[in-house]
Nanobody, 114 residues
């Protein structure tokens, strides 16, 4: 059973930065196709970023140039560096595998004040 544990969310002012972490535990072979999603209040969960292949990462248009996906294979952890945060980035952030998701974790709350 794969378990996803997100952390790093906080309350920040607009223009601030945060780094989210997602620890992946269980019988996982690799972190390939892992990504980040977010769900704002009253909205559907949406895609944020994912590493499609080695060296190729896709980002939602709304976060391009501000967010950076990375991973540490030795720690089975993926990260999301978020810079120049905006109030519209406020959401619960989740990590998961793209296309064939594992059971969802509890997410981590990011709140950006204006």
């Amino acid at each position: 059973q794969i378990q996803l544990v997100e952390s790093g969310g906080d309350l920040v002012q607009a223009g601030g930065s945060l780094r989210l972490s997602c620890a992946v535990s269980g019988r996982i072979v690799s972190l390939n196709s892992m990504g980040w999603y977010r769900q704002a209040p009253g909205k559907q969960r949406e895609f944020v970023a994912a590493q499609v292949t080695a060296g190729l990462t896709n980002y939602a248009d709304s976060v391009k140039g501000r967010f950076t996906f990375s991973r540490d294979n030795a720690k089975n952890t993926v990260y999301l560096q978020m810079n120049n945060l905006k109030p519209e980035d406020t959401a619960v952030y989740y990590c998961n595998r793209v296309g064939n998701p594992f059971p969802w974790g509890q997410g981590t709350q990011v709140t950006v004040s204006s």
